[in-house]
């Protein structure tokens, strides 16, 4: 049986490019690019270069790329920053969204029991913050906005420009969650109004544990790691460089593949929402327009989402409820519950993430399982009759 990977926001495959990039770092060019030696050196001159072009690729300056190992520590260093710079001047209030990935969430959970205030922009049911609300929540001792420029579960884009503009006004940090846009659609930090900017390169078949935080200029970066010296005093420990290599060859491929592989991934994205909508009692979540192209979560009602996984894996078929992160425990996914969907409901969710090695042939598998399986779920549960009967759930 042919495996189809459609769980991408979760993780990528590594793209042959990426793959290629890496190599050369593992045995030839491995020299530490802190040691003054000729293959330290060389080592260092290649960190540099991969620097740059991660800058060019996101419209920034070189000086404002600093290498972590992912998303949730660039999330975790930015938020921080933003927090204890802004505590300084007295300023303890932070606002983000309701519907953050938890590398924010948590963190801004750590800072509540330090004191911070924390206000959480509702999502509405399509999953898109309000400027006019996030107008109205800054105050004089608003430290940071947080708000992530593509939701991980939903896929929803959120209005970073237009936010970001408000906060340049009111003279707040502005800090982006940029870790399931980069590599899908255009990302530029200067157009997009924002301070400060998350990545990870397993998103976008580069490797994992390799991400980027984008800092302006101007802004003192408090550290996470303390150590030696690399990355401009800022991160410690020696610069992984194979990832780092491949990370910014597969940011390139992704950059330059942008318009083609959306208009591709997201031909295949409506083909499967037009082969599943007409499930009775099924519902696409989030908004159908303001997307990125490759995300759809559904809802199935009368289904528990694990056994819904469990079956597709057995056609083969590798998807998620929602996060990761959720998986394994049986609450439904936050990011749903914040868009108003009913608890019941939440759990028979299902993420379908596709990538540009997706096909055709593998969407109309797709489309025919989840057909069988939501038929075959709905005849063994024991609330589907009752929801037909239109009888109240607990
Ligand atoms: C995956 C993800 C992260 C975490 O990135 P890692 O590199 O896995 O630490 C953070 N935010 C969002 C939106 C993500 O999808």
Request: overall charge negative; hydrophobic content about 40%.
């Amino acid at each position: 049986m042919k495996t189809v990977y459609v769980d991408n926001a979760a993780t990528t495959r590594l793209s042959d490019a990426a793959m290629k990039a890496t190599m050369p770092f593992m045995q030839d060019i491995y020299g530490n690019p802190s040691s003054l030696h000729h293959i330290g050196q060389e080592a260092k001159e290649y960190l540099e270069d991969a620097r740059e072009r991660v800058a060019k690729c996101l419209g920034a300056l070189p000086s404002e790329i600093y290498f972590t190992s992912g998303g949730s520590e660039a999330d975790n260093q930015a938020i921080l920053t933003a927090a204890y710079n802004g505590e300084k001047k007295g300023k303890k209030h932070i606002i983000s969204s309701k519907f953050e990935h938890h590398a924010v969430l948590h963190t801004l959970e750590k800072l509540k029991r330090e004191g911070f205030e924390i206000t959480l922009l509702d999502v509405y049911s399509e999953g898109i913050v309000s400027a006019e609300d996030l107008k109205n929540a800054i105050r004089e001792d608003t430290a940071l906005v947080t708000i992530m420029t593509a939701n991980n579960e939903v896929g929803t884009l959120q209005p970073i420009k237009e936010l970001g503009e408000i906060c340049k006004e009111k003279g707040v940090i502005f800090h982006t969650d940029a870790v399931q846009a980069v590599g899908h659609i255009r990302v530029d930090v200067k157009d997009m109004n924002v301070d400060m900017l998350s990545v990870s390169a397993h998103k976008f078949h580069g490797p994992k544990g390799i991400g980027v935080l984008y800092c302006r200029k101007g802004i003192i970066l408090q550290n996470l790691i303390n150590g030696g010296a690399q990355e401009r005093n800022k991160r410690a420990g020696t610069e992984n460089l194979p990832a780092i290599m491949g990370m910014a060859a597969a940011m390139e491929e992704a950059n330059a593949k942008l318009d083609e592989n959306a208009k591709y991934i997201s031909a295949l994205r409506d083909k499967l929402i037009e082969g599943v909508k007409d499930i009775e009692r099924s519902r696409i979540n989030g908004d159908l327009e303001k997307r990125l192209p490759g995300t759809v979560n559904m809802c199935f009602e009368g289904i528990e989402g694990e056994s819904l996984l469990l079956l597709l894996d057995q056609a083969g078929i590798c998807a998620s409820s929602g996060s990761a992160c959720t998986s394994g425990s049986l609450d439904p996914s936050h990011v749903l519950l914040s868009m108003g969907i009913p608890v019941e409901v939440a759990h028979g969710s299902l993420r379908i993430s596709l990538s540009e090695y997706n096909t055709e042939e593998e969407i109309n598998h797709i489309i025919e399982t989840i057909h069988k399986v939501v038929v075959y779920l709905r005849s063994i549960s024991p609330v589907w009759e009752k929801i037909l009967k239109g009888e109240v759930i607990e």
